[in-house]
């Protein structure tokens, strides 16, 4: 006979088993279902996370076009600074430029300028021009509003020409390594900006390396970006071939809040006597007028790369020939010189009195055109000014070309928007002029422009 608790023991067994039968039914009925739905849940779950990381980018991407578009605004407002002052400060430094030049002209015949004074002061006016005049020249660069001429050029050649004059003013414990994995680098640009992009980051890399010394890694690559290439949307570049020219230091580095401020004009982490700022605002510029771009990465203590992309020209001759003539062409040829600065006008005027011509002085635009319009076959040529009241040059220049039509016309200016060397040539004139001009360029321009 089983006793009480065998009972209970088997009564508990069957409601397990009972209670096992249902999970199992359960579980066998729903299980289907509930994988369909795990299924489910883990894949809103991916979604979801997809979701956020492309909404993180977003955020960046938006991010870094905001800071994109505050530079682009800030160069702009540069931009308009520098062309508001650029044509009154080219016009002080023709007068100065011109004046000084007239007397060394004047100096006492067989001066030893070893031994006078005057002569070695007046050198030293026309030098510092010289500074002023580029400085404008870097402003107006940096803010993308001064135009070089461009032509076919192979650019390790030209970076390879820059690095031999830049070596003479670096420390031996100083090395450069170059490295040029392809040799078909034509790019369409100026030897000249050129050469100051390798001068200026040379200059900085030698700063950035201090008494110590250390690596200047320069290197060309040939890229190609492709339309769904990343670096087409984030460097905001066409697509297209590429050469990207390398300038890497082991130096120093820079904080995270130094580069961003590092094209800004007159930033310098340099001593006050050592640096105005302007040499990678400059650089920037010169990158951005070639269609280009510059991007910076540093670290304190693992040095500093620039990067720079060109675009490539492809099956284009790089050769170019350029002559220049040392002595100072003269002429007999008769002048109407416009410019409303009296001061300016005066002092042309005599440099091309100087020169041999016979010049007829205008400070007056309309004055001008009346005395032109009285007896065109007085002269030979016309020399204006851009910007003047009641009449610019460009229109000055078309009322007379109508008056005759194959009379040479040399337009000038200090700086313009309303004009540049295109738009002049389509109007007629033969030779667009940016102030101040030294005397032998004076010459030159005036030559040309008479026998052309």
């Not at 110590?212 to 984030?234: C, F, H, M, Q, T």
């Not at 910076?296 to 020939?321: H, I, N, R």
């Amino acid at each position: 006979m089983k006793k009480p608790s065998d009972h209970e023991a088997t009564r508990e067994q069957l409601r397990q088993s009972i209670i096992g039968l249902g999970e199992r039914s359960i579980r066998k009925s729903y299980y289907p279902e509930l994988q369909q739905r795990i299924a489910e849940l883990e894949r809103s779950n991916r979604e979801l996370q997809e979701e956020i990381a492309e909404r993180i980018e977003a955020q960046a991407s938006a991010k870094k076009l905001a800071q994109q578009l505050q530079q682009s605004q800030k160069m702009e407002a540069i931009g308009t600074l520098a062309g508001g002052i650029a044509h009154d400060f080219n016009n002080i430094l023709s007068a100065i430029i011109g004046y000084t030049e007239l007397a060394q002209l004047h100096m006492i015949t067989g001066c030893d300028r070893k031994q006078c004074p005057a002569a070695g002061d007046l050198d030293r006016v026309l030098f510092a021009s010289e500074r002023a005049k580029e400085l404008v020249r870097q402003i107006l660069t940096f803010s993308r509003q001064q135009d070089y001429e461009r032509s076919p050029l192979q650019l390790n050649q030209v970076v390879t020409d820059a690095l031999g004059l830049l070596r003479s003013s670096l420390p031996q414990s100083m090395e450069i390594r170059t490295k040029f994995d392809t040799d078909d680098t034509l790019i369409l640009g100026n030897a000249t900006q050129i050469h100051q992009i390798v001068m200026n980051l040379g200059t900085n890399a030698k700063h950035a390396l201090g008494k110590s010394g250390g690596v200047l890694a320069v290197e060309i690559n040939r890229i190609e970006i492709e339309p769904i290439d990343a670096k087409s949307k984030n460097l905001q570049l066409a697509p297209g071939p590429y050469l990207l020219l390398k300038f890497c230091d082991n130096g120093c580095g820079m904080e995270r809040a130094m580069l961003d401020r590092i094209f800004d004009p007159y930033f310098t982490t340099k001593p006050k006597d050592q640096g105005t700022g302007m040499g990678l605002a400059v650089v920037h510029g010169i990158v951005k007028s070639h269609g280009g771009l510059i991007t910076v990465y540093s670290e304190p203590g693992k040095g500093t790369s620039f990067l720079m992309y060109f675009p490539q020209l492809v099956d284009l001759p790089a050769e170019q020939s350029l002559t220049f003539s040392r002595k100072i062409p003269t002429g007999t040829e008769r002048i109407l010189l416009v410019d409303d600065e009296a001061l300016i006008a005066q002092m042309q005027g005599r440099v091309l009195e100087s020169l041999g011509y016979t010049v007829t002085v205008e400070t007056d635009p309309l004055q001008a055109l009346e005395t032109f319009s009285a007896g065109p076959s007085a002269y030979d040529l016309i020399i204006t000014d851009m910007t003047m009241p009641r009449m610019n040059g460009a229109d000055l220049t078309q009322r007379i070309l109508r008056i005759q039509a194959d009379i040479p016309v040399i337009l000038c200016t200090g700086f313009s928007e309303l004009i540049n060397e295109s738009k002049a040539r389509a109007i007629g004139v033969k030779s667009f002029a940016m102030k101040p001009l030294v005397r032998k360029t004076i010459a030159e321009i005036v030559r040309k422009a008479l026998e052309s």
